[in-house]
């Protein structure tokens, strides 16, 4: 799953839960646009997006010795969301 997406679904499960929570005022098309461009990364942020990732260790792993570069193992422990 894209990190934004999950990210984006955690807050809205974390703002759904709170009973006192309130509906914000309604915006229109131009200001969400110009939220969104607000919050979306920078290219120069979001650098890690641009590597080609291997989601098989195995395959990373043959890659590495053929080419005889290190492994960068980016791993995370519990639910993605944070929700453990």
Known sequence: ???RIA???GIIA?????????????I????????????KPSPNED???????KISLWEARKEA???GKP?????M???PLGCT
């Not at 974390?14 to 309604?26: K, P």
């Not at 229109?28 to 919050?39: A, G, M, R, T, W």
């Not at 492994?71 to 791993?75: D, K, P, Q």
């Open 14 to 26: 974390i703002t759904s839960t709170f009973s006192d929570a309130r509906c914000a005022d309604s």
């Open 1 to 3: 799953m894209n990190p």
């Open 71 to 75: 492994i960068l193992l980016w791993e």
């Open 7 to 9: 990210f984006t679904v």
């Open 47 to 53: 650098k890690w997006a641009q590597i080609p990732w």
């Open 28 to 39: 229109s098309p131009k200001e969400f646009l110009v939220l969104k461009q607000l919050i």
């Open 77 to 79: 422990d519990g639910h």
């Open 65 to 67: 010795a053929r080419l």
